[in-house]
């Protein structure tokens, strides 16, 4: 394993930094990456980007998957192929990255925010009906924090459904793992993530006519057998072979990978009971998949300085999309997310964290508590 490490220096001493993430590369990875520079193929169109392709579309149960260069291209690549665009808008949950939302203004599109579920902070599927209209062509449903959305409420609209996975690597809807649902799903890989690449990321669907139309476009608009034919407008969407060689190795440790983080997620909530903080909710339906551990506190900008100032990365989670200058409208209309966004913060959590430094962080969350609370 490699870890990522940096150093601050402190008022008296140099303290190491306990990172919010660092990605798990080991001997499976390294293997993959050199077969891929021996092969002589490191772009993206070389057998490293196949081979991924199909294993991931066994793991997450998808008859077709299409990796990309990164998971924001995968969610433009989703609704370029539904031909989503001009005078169209598109439900996101107003709890989540920027990602999903600005690809919807990417394609020309319009993004109608919806609040989330206070008992899971995906889509409240009783707002999702409050902001569905004749323009609505898609409900893009963000698996937020690695916490599935409730398919089976958002389906009863009759919208397709992109499902937005990127953060939920390993989780489960009613025993279905994510990545399953919607007419096209994608994931992220990025560094962060569970299951990284770099960068990277990927659509997936069980239709073969979608999954002809987002190859053609992740590719120029050109098909294989029809090199510098454009059919459509197209881009360049692909993943390298190098980084596909990476995920290769992922891929194989998957189980391995996920399982380090809920376990470092169950210690967190371990050591952190009853000292006045909150783990995100998860509810009955759901099997959650910690992508990095957060919780719920008071003071949360003083508790972060003071954690922070002790070496550990914890940080704020989001701003709400509906408080952000590109999307929001600023009338309060969304109470979940915004008050979810002003409290919650991630704590470190990555696959071979030590055990001592998830202990360190616990306890430093505990100090934080009790320092900013005015007790002594």
């Avoid at 914890?314 to 200058?325: D, E, F, G, K, Y």
């Amino acid at each position: 394993m490699t870890t990522t490490q940096s150093e601050a220096r402190g008022d008296e001493s140099v303290r190491r930094i306990i990172p919010l993430s660092s990605a798990d590369i080991g001997a499976a990875e390294r293997k993959q990456v050199e077969a891929a520079i021996e092969g002589g193929w490191i772009s993206g169109t070389g057998p490293q980007v196949r081979e991924l392709e199909r294993r991931l579309a066994v793991r997450i149960n998808r008859a077709h998957v299409i990796a990309t260069a990164n998971g924001t291209l995968a969610i433009e690549l989703a609704l370029r192929a539904l031909d989503i665009g001009h005078d169209d808008e598109v439900v996101v949950p107003a709890l989540t990255f920027a990602a999903p939302a600005s690809s919807v203004l990417a394609v020309g599109a319009t993004p109608v925010l919806a609040d989330v579920a206070r008992d899971h902070w995906t889509l409240n599927a009783d707002d999702v009906a409050r902001k569905i209209s004749r323009r609505t062509k898609a409900i893009l449903a963000v698996d937020v924090l690695g916490h599935p959305s409730d398919y089976d409420a958002l389906s009863q609209f009759g919208v397709p459904i992109i499902e937005d996975a990127a953060e939920a690597h390993g989780a489960q809807y009613k025993g279905r793992p994510v990545g399953s649902f919607g007419i096209i799903s994608i994931f992220s890989f990025h560094a962060n993530k569970a299951i990284t690449t770099g960068e990277g990321g990927c659509a997936a669907t069980d239709s073969a006519e979608l999954a002809d139309r987002m190859r053609v476009i992740a590719n120029h608009g050109m098909r294989p057998e029809r090199p510098y034919v454009h059919e459509v407008i197209g881009r360049n969407h692909r993943m390298t072979n190098l980084a596909a060689a990476v995920g290769l190795g992922q891929v194989e440790r998957w189980d391995d990978l996920i399982a380090a983080r809920n376990h470092i997620a169950t210690e967190y909530d371990r050591l952190l009971e009853g000292a006045g903080c909150v783990p995100r909710p998860v509810a009955r339906w759901a099997q959650y998949s910690c992508w990095l551990h957060t919780i719920i506190v008071g003071k949360r900008e003083e508790v972060l300085a003071y954690v922070r100032g002790r070496g550990v990365d914890a940080r704020a989670i989001w701003p709400a999309l509906s408080t952000q200058p590109l999307f929001g409208a600023g009338d309060g209309g969304f109470p979940v997310a915004e008050s979810v966004a002003q409290q919650a913060m991630w704590l470190p959590t990555f696959s071979g964290m030590p055990a001592e430094d998830v202990g360190f962080v616990a306890e430093t969350v505990r100090q934080a508590i009790v320092h900013t609370s005015g007790c002594r």
